[in-house]
């Protein structure tokens, strides 16, 4: 209720029910068991976790990804919250503190990847921690719904130790829910020293990771977890902080906790291994816990033998992450010389997608690089894995270990069996960085709003919303807010700016106003002339940050018949964004271009993400209403570029004579995507001249070619 038509879409079926959210990462793995969104409020994601370790046990996965993702898309949360007084009016979570005064929202995803301790030992996977025990319970009637319970927490932290056999005493940190409230906390720090009923005293730090970054709502039970398993990878003890002073409401006396202020070693009896406790307990009455123990391997070291020849495999979805991915691996293993190049190779053939690289390393000067395509493979290559000659030989070449032929089979995309390569036992999979996705933008286009106590129909031109014009000069003025398509998918090093070309088309709408132009023929004077634009200088950049910004216009006729016009943030004095001069009445040329003769010279052929990947290593960061490249075809010296008007809601199109169209000639899309084909040229050629002589339309050909600077 409430929605307009466009938000009423197909899409929102799916995309806003909380149950495609799990759903739809089973749909892209293709994952076969139980799949569950959970929403216990603050707990979901431990709930989760709880939830997943039930599953293992009884044998309804064998593998589980269990977490928890919050995002706020709005300030729905802030208002509703701060309207319950549940916000710190210090924008901090000073938990355990006396200036406990509520909480500080947060986003964030976290998720981990679970397996039963056996499986997981015999399978040889990097373990980065052991549950010991885990629990769920509800508060059931209390004195308010959203009320914490003492004596529910009690119950299931008691009954998590005694199930799974768990002394308290064996506990040395508990990453506690701690919301920073006056009451909450007290509470589950009283519930915790019933719980643990030990004379014991002093032994167990106590910390919460909101005092860190807030609290992430569904996703802050993971982060307690994430908290807690690096913390026994460091072995060390990390601070809560925003802590002075003790909650009056809070004794530690006689207890078995103490508030850990500063990172300190994790100190443990010999041979005893780290166990911390993690607690999440949601708004919603429901509560978890769970117990994390450090994971002491049993298998003895290998000896890092990196003399041995290896086999390095990478693929990737494009050309420009596998480059990516093979610079960062490099890097990557420079810097981690103590790990065995074995199992590196080993854990990186576990992937296989289209762009594929292979690298082995021998004796020199065997040493060798292949890439591939795999979508572009041969018959001969298909031919070979269906063969059973074929596939004994492919076997006979992991066995002999015949690294070359091996690569060169799996670049051409040949399926490869690494088992064969690597023998008994395995190499041991480890931890490898990441694969780097490319940068993508997916925010929801945002309909322009109309200016304050200003009308809808009173605007001109998206460009030149309002005639501001006195007895001095004529004037248009225009508001931009940052969310306009143009600025919101320009951003350069971090900071929206306006795209040069902007200012062409104001220039020309401005004119157009000032001369009576119809719409319908906006780029002509009169038929057969047509509006020329030239001494085009563009000063300076014009960067819309938080607040609006108000830009201005300045139109002067000069004795030669032309007309000069001045974009600045002050109408009077300002220091000017752009400035040039228009020339009305030019006779109308056009120019033929040979292409069949330029699609001959230009046979390189460069991709929209290839060429967009290149512009974010720039730092320019072109979202999806100025990504209007398609291809590019390289040659010397020149390019020719195919652009589409990206098909973007809520973005004006060009003007082309229907009443429902809005009025862009010179549409900023396509201009700055004509440019953008520069990047073709590894070099931006300013012009020295624009025409105005047609509208753009959705779909154009460009040709440019490299004359000097």
């Given amino acids: 209720y409430g929605l307009t038509e466009q938000e009423v879409n197909e899409l929102r079926f799916t995309g806003t029910a909380s149950s495609i959210l799990s759903a739809r990462i089973a749909y892209l793995l293709n994952l076969k068991g139980p799949a569950l969104a959970i929403d216990t409020a603050c707990s979901s994601s431990l709930v989760a976790i709880a939830e997943a370790c039930n599953s293992l046990i009884l044998q309804t996965s064998d593998l589980a990804l269990a977490g928890g993702v919050y995002v706020m898309a709005g300030p729905g949360l802030h208002i509703m919250t701060s309207k319950a007084g549940m916000l710190s009016e210090d924008g901090r979570c000073f938990t355990f503190d006396q200036r406990a005064n509520g909480f500080v929202p947060g986003e964030g995803v976290g998720v981990v990847l679970l397996k039963r301790f056996s499986d997981a030992v015999r399978d040889g996977d990097p373990i980065h921690g052991v549950i010991r025990g885990w629990g769920i319970n509800q508060d059931g009637k209390t004195n308010g719904i959203t009320a914490p319970s003492a004596n529910a927490q009690v119950l299931l932290e008691k009954d998590v130790y005694e199930r799974f056999g768990i002394s308290p005493e064996t506990i040395t940190l508990v990453e506690t829910h701690g919301t920073a409230t006056k009451l909450g ?114 298998r003895e070291s290998v000896k890092n033998n990196n003399e041995l020849p290896c086999l390095f495999v990478l693929s990737a979805r494009s050309e420009q992450q596998l480059k990516s991915y093979a610079q960062e691996l490099k890097d990557w293993i420079t810097a981690h010389t103590q790990l065995a190049l074995v199992d590196m190779a080993f854990t990186l053939s576990q992937e296989i997608l289209l762009q594929r690289l292979s690298a082995f390393i021998g004796e020199q000067p065997s040493t060798g690089v292949y890439t591939g395509l795999i979508k572009n493979r041969s018959k001969d290559a298909s031919l070979f894995e269906t063969d059973e000659d074929g596939q004994a030989l492919l076997h006979l070449w992991c066995q002999q270990k015949k690294l070359a032929k091996v690569a060169q089979a799996w670049v051409s995309g040949l399926n490869v069996e690494w088992q064969l390569l690597y023998g008994e036992p395995l190499p041991h999979r480890i931890n490898l960085p990441t694969y780097p996705f490319a940068d993508e933008r997916y925010w929801l286009p945002i309909a322009p709003a109309p200016a304050p106590n200003t009308p809808h129909n009173s605007t001109l031109h998206p460009l030149i919303q309002h005639n501001t014009s006195d007895f001095f000069a004529m004037r248009f003025s225009s508001t931009f807010r940052g969310d306009e398509f143009f600025l919101a998918d320009h951003v350069v090093r971090g900071q929206r700016i306006m795209p040069g070309v902007v200012y062409l088309e104001m220039a020309r709408a401005a004119v157009a106003q000032a001369m009576r132009i119809p719409a319908a023929s906006a780029a002509f004077v009169e038929e057969g002339s047509m509006l020329r634009l030239s001494q085009i200088v563009w000063a300076g950049p014009l960067m819309v940050g938080a607040s609006p910004l108000t830009v201005h216009i300045t139109l002067t006729p000069q004795e030669n018949g032309t007309i000069s016009f001045v974009i600045s943030q002050d109408a009077v004095n300002g220091v000017p964004y752009a400035q040039g001069t228009v020339e009305p009445g030019i006779q109308s ?17 460069i991709s929209a993400s290839e060429c967009y990947q290149r512009y974010r290593e720039l730092s320019i960061s072109y979202g999806p209403s100025l990504q209007g490249i398609e291809q590019l075809s390289v040659g010397e010296g020149e390019v020719l570029a195919r652009l589409r008007l990206p098909a973007t809601p809520g973005m004006a199109q060009p003007y082309t004579g229907g009443s429902t169209s809005l009025p862009y000639v010179l549409h900023p899309s396509m201009l700055d995507a004509a440019l953008q084909a520069c990047i073709g040229l590894q070099i931006v050629v300013p012009p020295e001249d624009r025409r105005d002589r047609a509208c753009c339309r959705s779909r154009h050909r460009v040709g440019m070619r490299y004359r000097g600077v």
Avoid at 589 to 605: E, K, M
């Fill in 589 to 605: 040329t056009v120019q033929h271009l040979d292409l069949p003769a330029i699609q001959s010279r230009c046979q390189r052929r």
């Fill in 185 to 298: 906390d007290p509470i589950e720090v009283e519930a915790l020293t019933k719980a643990f009923s030990t004379a014991k005293q002093k032994y167990c730090a106590l910390g919460s990771v909101k005092s860190n970054i807030g609290h992430l709502s569904a996703a802050a039970g993971i982060a307690g977890v994430i908290k807690a398993l690096l913390a026994l990878k460091h072995q060390m003890l990390p601070p809560t902080i925003h802590f002075a002073e003790l909650n009056e409401h809070i004794s530690l006396d006689n207890t078995p906790f103490y508030i850990n202020t500063q990172l300190q070693p994790w100190e443990v009896t010999a041979g005893k291994p780290r166990r911390a406790a993690v607690s999440s307990f949601g708004f919603s009455g429901t509560n978890a816990h769970l117990v994390i123990e450090e994971y002491i391997s049993e």
